[in-house]
């Protein structure tokens, strides 16, 4: 089945870091990948879309300069937090689905944690 | 204000008992419903789904119903199995596949051997 890796599964690090998650589709190619944050005891919430050769499509309330995405190939999309600060710590997941008519695949997530 | 409700967060339930779990929708533009379920350090893992143009999928142990005019799905899960103590969770989009979805809080199934 479809199957969808992300990297790293989990980040240590200091305020003022900048930390890069990846996100691959390892089976199938994804024109669009979706990228999901979870608080403790909240649900999965949608941050942005990643679009292939486009701009990635952000929800009201997050930051597009924070959170950089990039989606340079169809099986590659990367969300960059830059200076991430302790409230940015959270469980962050990708998913991507292989068209119009299956569901969406996710990755095992980060769990990043800022110092 | 929550789109997509899972108002127990926990169920226990006796091995070979049906699970059923629950979950309501404030969005009737929605038409397209998942379950995924979620072991601790992995990603959640799709189950089934249902379209809006059915009221019921059923795949194996798992079954889905659709009940559009109450907004409400569930989930039944029989005969249930340790193996199947997990959180499971709603979503909904309004299209399959490539649109974002929109998850409930999440339901922690115990079965109990």
Not at chain 1, 24 to 47: C, E, V
Not at chain 1, 62 to 80: G, M, P, Q
């Amino acid at each position: 089945g479809a199957v969808v890796s992300q990297h790293p599964s989990r980040v240590i690090c200091k305020s003022g870091t900048s930390v890069k998650i990846e996100c691959r589709s390892l089976d199938f190619q994804a024109t669009t990948m979706f990228w999901y944050r979870q608080f403790p005891k909240q649900s999965l919430m949608l941050m942005a879309t990643s679009n292939e050769g486009s701009k990635a499509t952000y929800e009201q309330g997050v930051e597009k300069d924070k959170f950089l995405i990039n989606h340079a190939s169809l099986t590659l999309s990367t969300l960059t937090v830059t200076s991430a600060h302790p409230e940015d710590s959270s469980f962050y997941i990708c998913s991507a689905s292989q068209d119009m008519d299956q569901p969406q695949h996710f990755g095992d997530g980060t769990r990043l944690s800022i110092l | 204000d929550q789109q997509v409700k899972q108002n127990s967060p926990s169920l226990s339930v006796q091995e070979g008992r049906i699970s059923i779990l629950n979950c309501d929708y404030t969005n009737s533009m929605f038409d397209y419903f998942l379950w995924y379920k979620k072991y601790p350090a992995e990603g959640p893992t799709f189950l089934i789904s249902i379209s809006s143009i059915k009221d019921k999928n059923e795949d194996g142990r798992f079954t889905v119903f659709l009940n559009k005019s109450a907004k409400h799905l569930s989930l039944h899960i029989v005969p249930s199995q340790p193996g199947d103590s997990a959180v499971y969770f709603c979503a909904a989009s309004h299209n399959s596949g490539n649109t974002p979805l929109v998850f409930g809080k999440g339901t922690r199934l115990s079965v109990i051997a």
